[in-house]
Protein backbone atom coordinates (compact mmCIF):
# COMPACT_ATOMS: atom_id res chain seq x y z
CA UNK A 1 0.00 0.00 0.00
CA UNK A 2 1.41 3.41 -0.65
CA UNK A 3 2.88 5.60 1.97
CA UNK A 4 4.06 9.51 1.49
CA UNK A 5 6.52 10.38 4.76
CA UNK A 6 7.16 14.18 5.33
CA UNK A 7 10.07 15.79 6.86
CA UNK A 8 11.59 19.17 6.92
CA UNK A 9 9.47 21.56 8.61
CA UNK A 10 10.23 23.68 11.76
CA UNK A 11 10.60 27.08 13.12
CA UNK A 12 12.28 29.56 11.12
CA UNK A 13 12.58 33.24 11.70
CA UNK A 14 11.28 35.60 9.17
CA UNK A 15 12.87 36.08 5.77
CA UNK A 16 14.46 32.34 6.37
CA UNK A 17 14.67 29.17 4.20
CA UNK A 18 13.33 25.51 4.74
CA UNK A 19 13.02 22.29 2.53
CA UNK A 20 10.67 20.03 2.61
CA UNK A 21 10.84 16.43 1.56
CA UNK A 22 7.93 13.63 0.61
CA UNK A 23 9.43 10.12 -0.19
CA UNK A 24 6.78 7.84 -1.31
CA UNK A 25 7.10 4.13 -1.16
CA UNK A 26 4.65 1.40 -2.70
CA UNK A 27 2.75 3.79 -5.56
CA UNK A 28 4.21 4.24 -9.30
CA UNK A 29 5.40 8.01 -7.74
CA UNK A 30 6.81 8.71 -11.45
CA UNK A 31 3.59 8.31 -12.90
CA UNK A 32 2.04 10.62 -10.73
CA UNK A 33 0.98 14.84 -10.15
CA UNK A 34 2.88 15.82 -7.10
CA UNK A 35 1.03 18.28 -4.97
CA UNK A 36 2.33 20.53 -1.71
CA UNK A 37 -0.65 22.18 0.05
CA UNK A 38 -0.78 23.77 3.92
CA UNK A 39 -3.35 24.66 6.26
CA UNK A 40 -3.45 26.83 8.71
CA UNK A 41 -5.14 27.16 12.04
CA UNK A 42 -8.49 28.28 11.47
CA UNK A 43 -8.69 28.11 7.78
CA UNK A 44 -9.09 25.88 5.04
CA UNK A 45 -6.38 23.64 3.29
CA UNK A 46 -5.15 25.56 0.09
CA UNK A 47 -3.06 24.21 -2.70
CA UNK A 48 0.50 25.85 -2.91
CA UNK A 49 2.54 24.33 -5.76
CA UNK A 50 1.48 21.01 -7.78
CA UNK A 51 3.81 19.50 -10.41
CA UNK A 52 3.27 16.74 -12.98
CA UNK A 53 4.87 13.96 -13.99
CA UNK A 54 6.16 15.83 -16.85
CA UNK A 55 8.03 18.18 -14.76
CA UNK A 56 5.51 21.12 -15.17
CA UNK A 57 4.85 23.34 -12.22
CA UNK A 58 2.06 25.67 -10.96
CA UNK A 59 2.62 27.94 -7.91
CA UNK A 60 -0.22 29.75 -5.74
CA UNK A 61 0.26 33.47 -6.71
CA UNK A 62 1.37 34.72 -2.71
CA UNK A 63 4.51 31.55 -2.96
CA UNK A 64 5.36 32.38 -6.94
CA UNK A 65 9.30 33.88 -6.76
CA UNK A 66 9.97 32.02 -2.97
CA UNK A 67 8.75 28.90 -3.17
CA UNK A 68 9.88 25.93 -5.53
CA UNK A 69 8.50 22.49 -6.18
CA UNK A 70 10.55 19.69 -7.60
CA UNK A 71 10.76 15.85 -7.49
CA UNK A 72 13.02 12.83 -7.82
CA UNK A 73 11.53 9.94 -9.78
CA UNK A 74 14.68 7.70 -9.24
CA UNK A 75 14.29 8.80 -5.09
CA UNK A 76 10.56 8.36 -4.94
CA UNK A 77 10.75 12.07 -3.40
CA UNK A 78 8.61 15.23 -3.96
CA UNK A 79 10.55 18.56 -2.75
CA UNK A 80 9.59 22.33 -1.19
CA UNK A 81 12.32 24.67 -1.61
CA UNK A 82 10.84 27.57 0.32
CA UNK A 83 12.88 30.60 0.71
CA UNK A 84 11.98 34.59 2.11
CA UNK A 85 9.37 32.85 4.46
CA UNK A 86 7.48 34.91 5.70
CA UNK A 87 4.34 34.59 9.18
CA UNK A 88 1.85 34.39 6.89
CA UNK A 89 3.36 30.99 5.48
CA UNK A 90 2.54 29.72 8.62
CA UNK A 91 1.45 25.80 8.50
CA UNK A 92 1.03 22.62 8.27
CA UNK A 93 2.36 21.57 4.88
CA UNK A 94 0.96 18.12 3.38
CA UNK A 95 2.27 16.26 -0.08
CA UNK A 96 -0.17 14.89 -2.33
CA UNK A 97 0.50 12.61 -5.06
CA UNK A 98 -2.22 11.98 -7.15
CA UNK A 99 -2.19 8.32 -9.42
CA UNK A 100 -6.07 6.54 -9.63
CA UNK A 101 -6.59 8.44 -6.57
CA UNK A 102 -4.99 10.60 -4.10
CA UNK A 103 -2.29 9.99 -1.23
CA UNK A 104 -1.53 12.17 1.28
CA UNK A 105 1.25 12.58 3.07
CA UNK A 106 0.77 13.03 7.34
CA UNK A 107 1.79 16.50 7.66
CA UNK A 108 4.63 18.47 9.07
CA UNK A 109 4.36 22.12 10.97
CA UNK A 110 5.85 25.10 9.48
CA UNK A 111 6.19 28.20 12.05
CA UNK A 112 7.75 31.19 11.08
CA UNK A 113 7.98 33.72 13.75
CA UNK A 114 10.86 35.49 14.89
Known amino acids: QGQLVESGGGLVQPGGSLRLSCAAS????????GGWYRQAPGKQREWVAIITSGGSTTYKESVKERFTISRDNVKNTLYLQMNNLEPEDTAVYYC????????WGQGTQVTVSS
Open 96 to 103: KVSLYRDY
Open 26 to 33: GIAFRLGA
